[in-house]
C-alpha cells in the first residue's frame, strides 16, 4: 500500500504547513492509506489546488514562507541588478552577500531543496495513484497534465541551482540532482545524483507527457494559476533556451504566447499585483484570506507594503542598468532617482526613499493586507526568449531576432527604432532589454549562470558594499552551484556535496 503524509493530507484541505525532513522518512509515523486520501477524482484535484497553493504558501522561515515569490526574491538577490541599500529587519541579506546558499545548514538550502521536492512527491502522489482512480478521461487528463508539469518544474529548479550549468554542445555528465519518481514512502532510500544530461532528459520526457494530457483533455479554466498548454509550452521554452536548443526555444516560446498579447504600456504601470493582466501566462492567484502577509512577495518587493523590510530598505535597481533605460521608454518610471521622482511616491512619512527604490510593484491593499498576485510568466519573456535564441543562431536569424525585440521594445518606448546590431553586440542588447523587462520577477542569477556570464555589480547609486559583501563573482567559479543541505546527505549518504 502507497501512505500518504499529514503534511500530504494538509494539501488536501489547502491548509499549508512547514516542511522540514519528516517528508524523508521512509515510514512516517501518521500514515493514511493512498486509497483513503486520493481515492476519488475530487481528492486528486483537491491535492492539485494544494500543490498550487503551496505555490504562494509554503510555510517556513518568515522570508521563505510566501512560496515560490520568495525564491524569486533569493534568485534576484544573488543577482547583480536588486540592490539593498540598508540592511532593513535583515531578510535576505545573507543571500545577497553570497553567502547563504554555500553553506549546508542554512534556512536557504534546507527550505529550497524541501520546497520542491515537496512539490514533486505531491505530483508524484497524483501521477502514480490517478489512472486507478474512477472520473472521466477529461478530467484526468487535466490534473495528470498539470502533475507532470509540477514534476518537471521542480527538477528543473533544483537542477539549475544545485548542479554545475548545462553545457550546450558538451556530455554534461557532471553530477546533478537526484530523480524522484516515487510516492512519499521511497523517498528515503539512498540514491544518488544523476547526471545534469539524465535530469534534463526526465524533464523533457515530463513536459512531453503534460503538454499531451492537457492536449487530451477539453477541461480549461481562466484562473491562471493553473497549468494550461501554454504554461508547459513557456516551460519548454525556457528548458530549450537553458540547454542552447535555439530553434526548439523559438518554437515553444511562440506557442506559450498564443492568445495572450503584450501587456500593454499602460497596464504595465499598474503594480504587477493583478493575474488578470493582459500579457500574464502563468500567475498564483490570490486568495485574500489566504495570503502570506508579512512573508509575501510583496511584503519584500513592493513599495508600499507596510513592513518593517520595506519601511527601513526599498529596493533599489543596479544603476549601470538604468542609465541604460532610454528616458522615453515608460520602464524608466518603474524607479526614482531624483528628489522629485522621490517626493512624488504616494507613501507614509515613515517609509525611508532612496535613490533608484523600485516603484513597479505596488501592493494592491492598505497597510498589511496588500497581497498582491505574484506573476510567474509572461509574454515579454517569451517574446525575450525568441529574440535570444534567434539572435544565438547566427546572421541568418539574426532579422528575426530584431524583429522579435522590437515588438517589445516598441511597446514600451514610443522612440524605440528597430535595432541595427550583429553577432554579440545585438545578443547583449537583447540580454539587458531581459534585465530591464523582467526586473525582480526571478531571472537574474539564473540567467548569469546558463549564459556563463560572471556577476559584476555596480557600486553606484544607492549600492551598499556593507550589505552586499562581494561585487564580482567569474564565471563559472563553484560558488554558483549551492550546497546541498546537511539534513539531506545524512538521510542520503549518496548525495554528494558541491565543495
Not at 67 to 96: E, K, T
Not at 134 to 153: L, M, W
Not at 287 to 315: C, E, L, V, W
Not at 351 to 365: E, I, R
Request: with cysteine; net charge negative.
Amino acid at each position: 500500500m502507497k501512505y500518504i503524509s499529514k503534511i500530504i493530507l494538509l494539501f488536501i484541505v489547502l491548509a499549508i504547513s512547514s516542511c522540514n525532513e519528516e517528508y524523508l522518512e521512509t515510514a512516517p509515523t501518521d500514515q493514511l492509506g493512498a486509497d483513503e486520501v486520493l481515492s476519488t477524482i475530487v481528492n486528486q484535484r483537491a491535492a492539485l489546488e494544494g500543490i498550487h497553493r503551496y505555490m504562494y504558501g509554503s510555510g517556513g522561515a518568515q522570508d521563505e514562507a510566501g512560496g515560490y515569490g520568495d525564491h524569486m526574491i533569493n534568485y534576484d538577490f544573488l543577482g547583480q541588478d536588486v540592490v539593498n541599500p540598508q540592511r532593513g529587519s535583515g531578510w535576505f541579506i545573507a543571500v545577497h552577500q553570497w553567502l547563504e546558499h554555500r553553506s549546508n545548514t542554512s534556512s536557504l538550502v534546507n527550505q529550497t531543496y524541501n520546497f520542491y521536492y515537496t512539490i514533486i512527491v505531491n505530483a508524484n502522489n497524483i501521477i502514480n495513484s490517478i489512472d486507478n482512480v474512477e472520473g472521466s478521461a477529461d478530467e484526468k487528463n487535466n490534473i495528470k497534465g498539470q502533475a507532470y508539469f509540477y514534476r518537471a518544474f521542480g527538477h528543473y529548479m533544483l537542477v539549475q541551482l544545485y548542479a554545475e550549468r548545462y553545457k550546450a554542445g558538451q556530455a554534461n555528465d557532471q553530477l546533478g540532482i537526484v530523480i524522484n519518481l516515487d510516492d512519499l514512502n521511497n523517498l528515503g532510500e539512498a540514491k544518488a545524483r544523476s547526471t545534469v544530461d539524465q535530469v534534463y532528459a526526465q524533464i523533457e520526457a515530463d513536459l512531453t507527457t503534460a503538454l499531451q494530457s492537457l492536449n487530451a483533455s477539453s477541461v480549461t479554466s481562466s484562473d491562471k494559476s493553473q497549468i494550461s498548454k501554454n504554461v508547459v509550452n513557456g516551460m519548454f521554452a525556457r528548458v530549450y533556451l537553458t540547454k542552447g536548443e535555439w530553434a526548439n526555444a523559438i518554437d515553444y516560446a511562440q506557442d506559450a504566447r498564443q492568445g495572450f498579447p503584450l501587456t500593454s504600456a499602460a497596464q504595465i504601470q499598474e503594480g504587477f499585483n493583478n493575474y488578470g493582466a493582459t500579457g500574464w501566462i502563468w500567475s498564483s492567484r490570490i486568495i485574500p484570506d489566504q495570503g502570506t502577509y508579512f512573508s509575501s512577495f510583496f511584503a519584500y518587493m513592493s513599495y508600499n507594503y507596510s513592513s518593517s523590510h520595506i519601511r527601513n530598505n526599498p529596493k533599489c535597481i543596479n544603476a549601470d542598468l538604468y542609465d541604460m533605460i532610454p528616458a522615453t521608454d515608460v520602464r524608466k518610471g518603474f524607479w526614482a532617482v531624483t528628489q522629485a521622482e522621490m517626493n512624488a511616491i504616494d507613501i507614509p512619512s515613515n517609509f525611508a526613499k532612496y535613490p533608484y527604490m523600485n516603484t513597479k510593484f505596488k501592493s494592491p491593499g492598505a497597510g498589511t493586507l496588500g497581497d498582491g498576485d505574484v506573476v510567474l510568466m509572461r509574454t515579454a519573456e517569451m517574446i525575450l526568449i525568441e529574440a535570444e535564441a534567434n539572435a544565438r543562431l547566427g546572421v541568418a536569424n539574426e532579422p528575426a531576432a530584431r524583429t522579435a525585440l522590437f515588438s517589445l521594445v516598441s511597446q514600451r518606448d514610443p522612440n524605440a527604432v528597430i535595432s541595427t546590431n550583429t553577432g554579440q553586440a545585438l545578443i547583449d542588447e537583447i540580454l539587458v532589454q531581459r534585465r530591464i523587462e523582467l526586473w525582480g520577477e526571478g531571472f537574474n542569477f539564473l540567467d548569469l549562470k546558463r549564459a556563463n556570464l560572471p556577476l559584476k555589480r555596480s557600486t553606484r547609486g544607492s549600492f551598499s558594499l556593507t550589505q552586499a559583501r562581494i561585487t564580482d563573482i567569474p564565471a563559472g567559479d563553484l560558488q554558483w552551484q549551492w550546497f546541498f543541505p546537511i539534513s539531506a546527505i545524512n538521510v542520503n549518504p549518496n548525495l554528494v556535496q558541491n565543495d
